[in-house]
């Protein structure tokens, strides 16, 4: 994270991303392409400077839903709970298993670009959180329907 605290010479979506890591500790962003060729997606910031952890990423979901399923991983770091590659959890999104998978590192470049600002020159890891259908079929699954991977897809 840069060392700069009091935001200027920063964009406005800088500065509140700023404003919000000092105050809560972490803030997050909604990404969609108006034209709707790809999924929306939601992601956060300052996990890594405040809790030692990757960046968690959700994609094709609604974006309240996202807020809240970032607002629930956050709830479980404070709590002192981690994440990594292959992790599932059944305590972010009500009703369904949740599996974090790790993000290519040219993932983070290109798509979390606020991340990128914020941390500037250090390198930071992510984690793309993924839902399965109702059958409890995640991405990339052998049951798994295309569009489940499809409305996930993270390769703009």
């Known amino acids: 994270m840069s060392d700069e605290l009091g935001g200027e010479g920063l964009d406005p979506i800088q500065r509140r991303i700023r404003r919000d890591v000092t105050a809560q500790g972490w803030s997050w962003i909604w990404v969609f392409d108006s034209a709707a060729e790809c999924p929306p997606f939601a992601y956060s910031i300052g996990f890594v400077s405040s809790f030692d952890h990757p960046e968690v990423v959700v994609a094709g979901l609604p974006e309240e839903t996202s807020e809240s399923v970032l607002c629930s991983v956050q709830a479980m770091l404070a709590e ?37 600002a914020f941390y500037g020159e250090k390198q930071f890891a992510a984690l793309q959180l993924v839902w399965p259908d109702r059958d409890g079929n995640f991405p990339g699954g052998e049951r798994a329907p295309a569009w489940l991977s499809d409305r996930q897809a993270l390769s703009l």
Do not use: K, N, T
């Not at 992790?87 to 991340?115: C, K, M, N, T, Y």
């Open 80 to 116: 002192g709970i981690a994440y990594g590659d292959g992790d599932r959890s059944g305590d972010i999104l009500e009703g369904f298993d949740v599996q974090f998978r790790a993000a290519p590192r040219d993932l983070l470049i290109s798509h979390l670009v606020q991340a990128s």
